[in-house]
């Protein structure tokens, strides 16, 4: 077998529990959020993914010692005076995330160079809105050579309206003001639970960030923010993964470590699909139902249906009893994964944002592509199903994401290597 590749025995149902990580997207804003103060900050919860380790390792490189602890938690040690600038494409090329480190340079330390991320598997990654929610506060922001050059001389809060609620503008802006003097509102704000365990955190560091979950976030500047011990929410999206594979494998998980709101909206289009669900004590439990309806589904920011869901779900609609209609607000590229279901026997067509999954009685393994982390994903999910041996190629996408996901799953009872 390829280096990089999982091999999966489809046909095996999965029973038992599974415990989540900590949220990766949670965890990489908090990690760049550190920098911000001075002093020992110390992540608990934080997954074990190759995202996290190229964050450690940028964060390494511009002078933040980092490192894991015995406890399993990481320790990120900011020294007194100047960190050097995030500058490598090479690293922002991996990480998208690293464009966070505009909103804390800039809080730290009034200058940030950042490299633009450029495109990316799963779409364009514009910052056009990071840009002006920064500009609105005071700073200067020049783009040469593929690098945004931003400084702050007289900073002042401003009022910033988001066109679109980008989770990372959102956090972005939110860092900045939390440290820049004078009220900053952002209205039309992302409301993912990652921007509010992000408020969560600088608060308990002194900042003063309210309203986050709503669209308007207040941010009342302060002058010094510092280092805390922090545990990181458990990460929505690895348990609706999980969740799925219970529904796909004709199986039952009861998913531990979850925080139930986080996901009414895979719940409730589970239930649709006609799986068992219950919320508990415990976590979430998910009985496969006898079949699978068809339902349609349409990504928006949080509340709404998450894009980084939507893969996983299409990978179950392939066997659902009908036709369902997906439609993909957010990320235009996230369809890249419907010739790799299609090699494996679905019917799916794609017309612009809107894909038309016709079910399927049954999916035959063969070889497949990881083409992003989610798409990813949901091949394994397809794989658990399918007839026979499937061999995903790329599977470092999805490493970037899931802590020891074979590792889990071949405790529920898969096959995977
Ligand atoms: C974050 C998540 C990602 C998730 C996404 C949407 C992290 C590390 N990643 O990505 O897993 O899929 O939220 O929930 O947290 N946009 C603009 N201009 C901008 C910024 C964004 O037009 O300046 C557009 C993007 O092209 C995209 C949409 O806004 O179409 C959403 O992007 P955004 O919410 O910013 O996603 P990320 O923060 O990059």
């Given at each position: 077998m390829l280096k990089d590749s999982l091999l999966v025995e489809g046909g095996h149902p999965l029973y038992g529990k599974v415990r989540?990580?900590?949220?990766?997207?949670?965890?990489?804003?908090?990690?760049?959020?550190?920098?911000?103060?001075?002093?020992?900050?110390?992540?608990?919860?934080?997954?074990?993914?190759?995202?996290?380790?190229?964050?450690?390792?940028?964060?390494?490189?511009?002078?933040?010692?980092?490192?894991?602890?015995?406890?399993?938690?990481?320790?990120?040690?900011?020294?007194?005076?100047?960190?050097?600038?995030?500058?490598?494409?090479?690293?922002?090329?991996?990480?998208?995330?690293?464009?966070?480190?505009?909103?804390?340079?800039?809080?730290?330390?009034?200058?940030?160079?950042?490299?633009?991320?450029?495109?990316?598997?799963?779409?364009?990654?514009?910052?056009?809105?990071?840009?002006?929610?920064?500009?609105?506060l005071g700073a200067e922001t020049q783009i040469e050579h593929g690098y945004i050059y931003a400084s702050m001389k007289h900073g002042r809060g401003g009022r910033v309206y988001l066109d679109f609620p980008s989770v990372g503008a959102t956090e972005n802006i939110m860092m900045l003001a939390a440290k820049t003097p004078g009220i900053t509102i952002i209205e039309n704000a992302a409301k993912e639970p990652e921007i509010v365990d992000l408020a969560n955190f600088l608060n308990a560091m002194g900042a003063k960030i309210r309203g986050t979950g709503t669209d308007v976030i207040k941010v009342e500047g302060v002058e010094e923010l510092k280092a805390i011990r922090h545990a990181i929410i458990p990460d929505r999206i690895e348990a609706g993964t999980f969740m799925v594979a219970a529904a796909i494998s004709g199986g039952e998980i009861l998913v531990e470590n979850v925080i139930p709101t986080h996901l009414h909206p895979v719940v409730a289009k589970l239930k649709e699909m006609g799986a068992f669900v219950e919320e508990n004590d415990q976590g979430i439990l998910v009985r496969a139902g006898e079949k699978v309806m068809p339902v349609d589904i349409k990504t928006l920011p949080y509340p709404g249906f998450p894009t980084d869901m939507q893969s996983q779900m299409m990978a179950l609609l392939c066997l659902s009893r009908g036709s369902s209609i997906i439609v993909e607000n957010v990320f235009e590229n996230r369809f890249q994964i419907v010739d790799e279901l299609n090699r494996m026997g679905a019917k799916i067509k794609v017309e612009?944002?809107?894909?038309?999954?016709?079910?399927?009685?049954?999916?035959?393994?063969?070889?497949?592509?990881?083409?992003?982390?989610?798409?990813?994903?949901?091949?394994?999910?397809?794989?658990?199903?399918?007839?026979?041996q499937t061999v995903i190629e790329n599977a470092i996408h999805i490493f970037r994401g899931y802590e020891n996901l074979s590792e889990k799953l071949n405790q529920l009872g898969a096959k995977v290597q």
């Open positions: 989540v990580s900590g949220a990766k997207n949670a965890g990489l804003v908090l990690m760049t959020a550190s920098i911000m103060a001075d002093g020992e900050t110390i992540l608990d919860n934080l997954p074990r993914i190759r995202d996290v380790e190229v964050m450690i390792q940028i964060l390494n490189d511009i002078g933040a010692k980092s490192k894991w602890n015995e406890d399993g938690s990481l320790s990120i040690c900011s020294p007194a005076g100047s960190l050097k600038n995030p500058t490598s494409y090479e690293l922002a090329k991996k990480l998208r995330a690293s464009n966070l480190f505009l909103g804390a340079m800039l809080g730290r330390q009034a200058e940030a160079v950042v490299s633009l991320p450029g495109g990316c598997d799963i779409g364009s990654r514009p910052m056009d809105l990071h840009l002006k929610g920064v500009q609105a612009g944002h809107t894909a038309v999954v016709e079910g399927v009685k049954t999916l035959y393994g063969t070889r497949v592509k990881a083409t992003d982390l989610r798409a990813g994903a949901a091949l394994v999910l397809a794989a658990l199903a399918a007839r026979g």
